[in-house]
């Protein structure tokens, strides 16, 4: 059953640079087929920062609109962010990032009128949240995936390459993994310290991440727990090309370099700093404290 789309309040929050520009032609499609089927309530803001997508996202929830995501896995958790300050207020997302992994994750169309179908839809899927707690004592969250090490310093040039498209996906590693040396981390799971040479450390909620890949594929964003890769560094770090091409279906998880780990709580330290990322954006250095809230962010899915 669908929500009457004339009764039906929806704040779109546009991040008018995600996916190159993308989301400003994303969101009028998707406004023309909510459109057609009576939707007039609607409000499009353009954020200006991230700080500004999570203030104008908590008002929207406040007001009891439909929050709606527009731009790619970082806008989501800004979004996010905001939309979790009511309890119970339902948010969506129309994909227009370059990666979209998130919805990926949840099966989330992309084509607009499949998208606006969604939005005037009543299924709801409740998702876990990341907490994540910086060196300086300051807590963000994290929708899809925490990770460091050599896929965040990979991120970094993805970053610096947004000309290049979703390519900058495939030359970034090979360009940050000439320059690699692992790094020594101490992982504490629930308590349970596990120490290791590594290349790379995945806390994931979802684990699709990089454009596709299937990092972590154990994962789910309703299993109440955080499922951890750790890419041990014993092995060359030139082994991680054909590491990475299995990624795409999940194949990796059974080479001897890739060890796992799940729990509620993680703390993870490394003996040289190390950028960490959370859904492509970067978040600190480590150590960084993760835990899980269980299914406290309604989604709208198909």
């Known amino acids: 059953m669908s929500v009457p789309a004339n009764s039906l309040r929806i704040v779109a929050v546009v991040n008018p640079i995600s996916g190159g ?29 991230s700080e ?12 009891g609109a439909l929050t709606v995501a527009v731009g790619g ?25 370059r990666g979209n992994d998130l919805v990926r994750h949840l099966g989330l169309p992309k084509d607009p009128a499949a998208i606006a179908a ?5 299924t709801t899927r409740r998702i876990d949240v990341l907490d994540v707690r910086r060196p300086d004592g300051v807590t963000t969250i994290a929708v899809g ?9 990979a991120t970094e040039l993805i970053n610096s390459l947004r000309w290049m498209g979703p390519a900058a996906y495939r030359v970034a590693p ?8 692992p790094i020594r981390v101490s992982i504490t799971v629930d308590g349970e310290v596990r120490e290791s040479l590594a290349h790379m450390v995945v806390m994931a909620n979802s684990g699709d991440y990089g454009h596709g890949l299937r990092m972590v594929p154990s994962a789910s964003v309703d299993s109440g727990v955080i499922e951890v890769l750790l890419l041990r560094g014993d092995r060359s770090k030139y082994r991680l090309a054909r590491l ?25 330290t490394s003996d040289r700093p190390v950028p960490v990322y959370a859904d492509g954006d970067y978040l600190s250095e480590a150590p960084v404290t993760i835990t899980v809230r269980p299914r406290v962010l309604p989604i709208a899915v198909s």
């Open 244 to 268: 990475m091409k299995q990624a795409q279906t999940g194949s990796h998880v059974s080479r001897r370099e890739v060890e796992f780990l799940s729990g509620t709580s993680i703390t993870m």
């Open 145 to 153: 995936n925490v990770y460091a090490g050599l896929d965040s310093e």
């Open 52 to 63: 500004h997508a999570t203030e104008v996202a908590a008002e929207s929830a406040r007001s």
């Open 21 to 49: 520009g993308a989301s400003k032609q994303q969101w009028p499609a998707v406004a023309a087929a909510l459109a057609s089927e009576g939707a007039s309530d609607v409000r499009v803001v353009e954020s200006e920062s």
């Open 174 to 181: 090979v360009m940050a993994a000439v320059r690699w040396k």
């Open 118 to 122: 969604v939005l005037t839809g009543d």
């Open 73 to 97: 896995d970082g806008h989501v958790r800004d979004v996010a962010e905001g939309v979790l300050t009511v309890g119970g207020a339902r948010m969506g997302i129309a994909a227009a990032g």
